[in-house]
């Protein structure tokens, strides 16, 4: 079973608009990592935010914030202000089980243009 | 500041040959890993080391072997290649305070492309 879902089509934004990313998590481990990477068409993978399942706050980061629905099993990403050099793939990550484990399991990614 | 890097950028083999990606980062991360990274399918996790001289399988083990004889260096070898290992590979490493703190975030190389034919 996925453990991580991304199910929505590529997207375009208008530059300036704000967009939300959609992630779905499956996990019955009541600790957990949630996190969010970007990367461009020159393919290096940037890391974004994270959200802890713990963590009582909806984590933050500059333009970057998600919204983590812990009952709903969801952890959106939210860019405002998008800028052009926010197109790129974006992947969702969650990490299983207490600190110490670092295994990443990846979504399929969404894609965003950010148009002028 | 190097970070993670990775060698080579890409690659092309035939099915049968073997090769090692290689995967070296100067920040002292206790925590190392290869993924890779098919369309349409994410990054899946290979193999992972919480140490030197420590390895474990990640989510796709087969066809590859790895080693970590030191805390710097963490390669990937592909002992017969076949066209299904086709893809990008990304190598990934993290520090034992983050690891620890749960916010174990991934400093990631640049990818190797791999082609078989």
Partial sequence: AQKITQTQPGMFVQEK????????????????????YKQPSSGEMIFLIYQGSYDQQNATEGRYSLNFQKARKSANLVISASQLGDSAMYFCAMREGRYGNNRLAFGKGNQVVVIP | NAGVTQTPKFQVLKTGQSMTLQCAQDMNHEYMSWYRQDPGMGLRLIHYSVGAGITDQGEVPNGYNVSRSTTEDFPLRLLSAAPSQTSVYFCASSDRERLISGANVLTFGAGSRLTVL
Avoid at chain 1, 20 to 33: A, V, W
């Fill in chain 1, 17 to 36: 608009e704000a967009v939300t990313l959609d992630c779905t998590y499956d996990t019955s481990d009541p600790s957990y990592g949630l996190f969010w």
